[in-house]
């Protein structure tokens, strides 16, 4: 059992904290979330983990959404986002413009939450960093056919060395979806749109592989993408990405949009996302 948790599981639980807060109809939701919320967010800035940082950020802003005068709260999202700076500006180069000597896992969330950060605090430039880092991600998860490849976790991307395919996870995908989607938000870029639409076909099976990694007959994601095969098992997390994505673009589009899938012989079909997903149901 783990006793003291993890830097990374403490910015999630704010971020999901800061959602109930800002977006449930429930007062009881709401003030019990506000509550875990207050406890919870000092830790984040104690730790030194950027990606905790930034899931605190999106936290903060989606408890902003209700909560806006909350000037402490408003103050600590300034403080986060000057840490992500700071350490972008110490590391970014103009060949590699990123906030770490690797890109890991979740990386996108760091633009992502730089994005969002500084269009609530109107400050273009934590805004550009955002933009400018989420566009060379884009190109570092781009494979020669044009398809999207999540940076894979058997050895990350480092500079100098070539990135590593596999295993290639959906939360990368849902992070991507997710950044690309905030871009669109504030520039109204079609590059962005594109983007997000690339991540998530890679659910559908627009990947290396060509193969589904949401299962539309139990309703559940798998947990990625392995050098050789689908990785079988369906994990909560990989579910709750796709299904995360799922929302994020039906947002995206108005509608469930139309999406490019793959069909056994490996051609692509163009059908609405809803016949994709129509067959979801209760495992």
Known sequence: MERDGSDDSQ???????????GRSRRLGFQTWAMDLFAKALPACEDTTSPR??????????EY????????AVSQTGERLAEKLVDLY??????????????????????????????????NPRVTQI???????????????????????????????VPTAIYDQ????????????IEAFDVNKDPFWRDQAHLAFDWFLGRNDHGLPIYNASTGGCYDGLAEHQVNQNQGAE?????????????????SLPTVTTLSNDATTVQRPLQETVSGTHAS
């Not at 996870?169 to 690309?180: F, G, K, N, R, W």
Request: glycine residues 8%.
């Open 11 to 21: 910015g999630r639980a704010v971020w999901a904290l800061g959602t109930c807060v």
């Open 52 to 61: 905790t940082w930034a899931l605190a950020l999106l936290g903060i802003h």
């Open 64 to 71: 902003l959404r209700r909560m806006s005068g909350d000037r």
């Open 89 to 122: 500006d110490r590391t970014a180069t103009d060949d590699w413009p990123w906030f770490e000597d690797v890109a890991s896992y979740n990386n996108a969330r760091l633009c992502q939450a730089l994005i969002r950060s500084g269009s609530w605090s109107e």
């Open 130 to 160: 955002g933009i400018e880092s989420l566009r060379w991600l884009c190109e570092k998860q781009l494979s020669p056919e044009g398809r999207f490849r999540p940076i894979g976790c058997n050895g990350f991307c480092r500079q100098g």
């Open 169 to 180: 996870q959906a939360i990368e995908a849902h992070a991507m979806a997710s950044a690309a």
């Open 238 to 254: 990989s579910t709750l990405a796709f299904l995360l994505s799922l929302a994020e673009m039906q947002r995206l589009e108005g």
